[in-house]
């Protein structure tokens, strides 16, 4: 398991084959999203991981604003990305 997945796992204390929703929009999520890209300097921390459905997770890559409200949620839970 990719440890982005794992700590996000750990720490939500979720089991691999719990449902577990888009912390956006509510559907099933099954992605775990890096806020600041991996490829950008995103870490593996759980203040920059986010369960999203396979739409929102598009949208993600696909639109700095959204990805940017994303941010806004996780910050909202666990304070200032760096």
Known sequence: MKKHISNYLKHFN???QDKILCEYCGAVGI???HIIFKSH?????IENLIC????CHNKAHDSREFNEGLKKIN???FGKLN
């Open 41 to 45: 300097g995103g870490k593996d921390n």
């Open 31 to 33: 992605d775990i999203h």
């Open 75 to 77: 910050e909202n839970k």
């Open 14 to 16: 979720y089991c691999i």
């Open 52 to 55: 999203l459905c396979r739409d």
